[in-house]
């Protein structure tokens, strides 16, 4: 067992705070709203709202998916360098029980939801990395020091708390301020995700009760308190849930009368839609992600991949990036080895759109034949090294059988 793993084991999922920014169940515990519409906005209950859900899941998905290589720089010339320690660790398996992709992915979704995603880099005697640990955001802090403004973490622990180096911390962060320790887009715009947990629990409610508001019950004289809870037990048994629709037994010349309100005047509709697109400004994805197609079409989806690209993935993938420079790569290195995600995939167009790029790039010899077709994940052929452009009658490689002149 590597060392330290047995007080990562260990951690307190409670995190010391100050009163100054209590947790979800301490205010809970004293009455307090956290949100004007009282609905309680944590990363459990957000990722309960379908948005934020496919927010969330469209960017931490979508950035673990990406393959992470390690490569060597020679001059103008790079390569893979397989034989980096922190390949196989960002290529392979970050530990022995998690597999790269789905750490890149927890990760980012830690600080989606949490504002920060945190992972220790257990280093063996040598000083290199040999395992990448996810460590719970809920049990670090990130406080600064004052004169030399670097950033010391602290792991809270059933014992007490425990100073990590910021070396062996590999930590993304969302957006923040201070630039210290990254701000939860889930706390930060939590009225905007309440009003969409809101809206959700009230049209469950409307159609828990057939898809009908609720009227009130009169009556010409006055009730007895049993009456009163039979005749209600009769209505809602009629018409509540499965059984809307029934017909409901009204005793002694009780009569049902309709609230005027209804759900299309109340634009239930019209408000979700808008809740949904105020999420996709949250996380800065496009609604088309979340199946919010109202402004898109055949035309523009492609174009909106590409944006979410550049406007959206990029931010992430360059924090990762710089994250593994820093804290993965030695800086005597950093001149030689640098990180990249390959993005290839999410920008490969149709095959007919991509048969035409390559045919017009090596044509113009700025690839050739078997880069291109490294590009499609196929085998080179011999020959096919060469830059030469086909559609010419002359070739400036020499013709097999014969000699150069």
């Not at 100054?20 to 004007?36: K, Q």
């Not at 006055?222 to 009629?238: D, F, H, I, T």
């Amino acid at each position: 067992m590597w060392p330290f793993r047995k007080e990562i084991a260990a951690v307190s999922v409670q995190e010391q705070r100050s009163l100054a920014d209590p947790t979800t169940w301490e205010l809970e515990l004293f009455g307090a709203v956290t949100t004007l519409s009282g609905a309680s906005v944590t990363p459990a209950t957000a990722m309960r709202c379908t948005p934020v859900r496919a927010c969330v899941e469209g960017i931490a998905e979508t950035v673990g998916g990406f393959p992470v290589h390690i490569y060597h720089r020679d001059g103008d010339a790079r390569e893979r360098a397989t034989d980096h320690p922190a390949y196989a660790l960002l290529h392979d398996q970050a530990n022995e029980w998690t597999p790269s992709a789905l750490f890149v992915e927890q990760l980012t979704r830690d600080a989606l939801l949490h504002g920060n995603g945190y992972a220790f880099i257990n280093r063996g005697s040598d000083g290199k990395p040999r395992e990448l640990i996810r460590l719970r955001p809920d049990a670090m802090s990130v406080e600064v020091d004052t004169i030399t403004g670097e950033p010391a973490y602290k792991l809270s622990e059933t014992a007490g708390q425990r100073i990590i180096s910021r070396r062996d911390i590999l930590h993304i962060q969302a957006p923040s301020i201070d630039g210290v320790k990254g701000a939860s887009p889930i706390h930060q715009c939590r009225e905007a995700i309440a009003l969409a947990i809101t809206i959700q629990e009230h049209a469950a409610r409307l159609f828990g009760r057939g898809a009908k508001p609720s009227g009130v019950l009169t009556h010409p004289g006055k009730l007895g308190a049993e009456s009163g809870k039979r005749m209600l037990a009769s209505w809602r048994a009629a018409h509540s849930g499965e059984n809307a629709g029934g017909t409901a037994l009204l005793e002694e010349g009780t009569k049902f009368e309709r609230m005027a309100l209804t759900s299309v005047e109340s634009q239930t509709l019209e408000l979700w839609q808008f809740t949904v697109i105020e999420i996709c400004r949250v996380f800065r994805v496009p609604p088309h992600l979340v199946f919010e197609l109202g402004r898109a079409t055949w035309g523009n989806a492609g174009e909106m991949g590409a944006s979410f690209l550049r406007f959206t993935l990029m931010r992430w993938i360059k924090v990762w990036e710089g994250e593994i420079r820093l804290k993965l790569i030695d800086p005597a290195d950093r001149h030689e080895f640098y990180p990249e995600f390959l993005v290839d995939d999410l920008l490969r167009a149709d095959l007919a759109a991509r048969a035409e790029a390559y045919a017009k790039l090596i044509s113009a010899r700025v690839l050739n034949p078997n880069e291109a077709r490294a590009m499609e994940n196929r085998a080179p052929y011999p020959g096919g090294e060469v830059f030469a452009n086909p559609n010419t009658s002359s070739s400036s490689a020499p013709k097999e059988g014969k000699a150069d002149a």
